[in-house]
């Protein structure tokens, strides 16, 4: 049975720090791998997506690798800003169909 | 365009009530997920729909839970009987077929009294 496990589930840095969280699941056969933002009383917005074949996705600031036969994915955050302060959660796609296997997110503040 | 939308936002209600969650998926997505997330944990899958149907309802805790999707857009989930520990956020997410991105709406905050 797949299991996702994020830690830490809560972390703070300074404004202006690089930094990183994991995201680590224990069966390698998967189909791909998001990472999603949570901000309070809203919904949960996809960041980046990366396919089993794949090995890392970039948007602006964030990068996201994979590496499946460890079983882990990192978020990398470029010169954190106090507007990246969310949850972050993965999220596992084990076989292309809909079922997405979630950890339970860490919590990131940046502190001004 | 429009994204998930959610109603209501908040829903306080006593132990034993009837609920409806509504969920209103993003304009010709096919594909709808119910899920329900407690503080401190990530979502935890309900039901998907893809179309009218309810594909696979496997996540539905009991039977007191039901949802349904008449005309294959917007969808109601269900709870009878509500218990304390129903209390949770119920999230929906669409998505135009099963295998791309799925959206999410703001959630329901569900609390029982």
């Known amino acids: 049975k797949q299991e996702v496990t994020q830690i830490p589930a809560a972390l703070s840095v300074p404004e202006g720090e690089n930094l990183v969280l994991n995201c680590s699941f224990t069966d390698s056969a998967i189909y791909n791998l998001q990472w999603f933002r949570q901000d309070p009383g809203k919904g949960l917005t996809s960041l980046l997506l990366i396919q089993s074949s794949q090995r890392e996705q970039t948007s602006g600031r964030l990068n996201a690798s994979l590496d499946k036969s460890s079983g882990r994915s990192t978020l990398y955050i470029a010169a954190s800003q106090p507007g990246d302060s969310a949850t972050y959660l993965c999220?596992?796609?084990?076989?292309?169909?809909?079922?997405?296997?979630w950890g339970a997110g860490t919590k990131l503040i940046i502190k001004p | 365009g429009a994204g998930v939308s959610q109603t209501p936002s908040n829903k306080v209600t006593e132990k034993g009530k009837y609920v409806e969650l509504r969920c209103d998926p993003i304009?010709?997505?096919?594909?709808l997920y119910w899920y329900r997330q407690s503080l401190g944990q990530g979502p935890e899958f309900l039901i998907y729909?893809?179309?009218?149907?309810?594909?696979?309802d496997s996540g539905l805790p009991n039977d007191r839970f039901f949802a349904v999707r008449p005309e294959g857009s917007v969808s109601t989930l269900k709870i009878q009987r509500t218990e304390r520990g129903d209390s949770a956020v119920y999230l929906c997410?669409?998505?135009?077929?099963?295998?791309?991105?799925?959206?999410f709406g703001p959630g329901t905050r569900l609390l029982v009294l």
């Open positions: 304009s010709g997505h096919t594909a």
């Open positions: 729909f893809q179309g009218t149907g309810a594909a696979d």
């Open positions: 997410a669409s998505s135009r077929t099963s295998q791309e991105t799925q959206y």
């Open positions: 999220a596992v796609n084990p076989d292309s169909n809909y079922q997405l296997i």
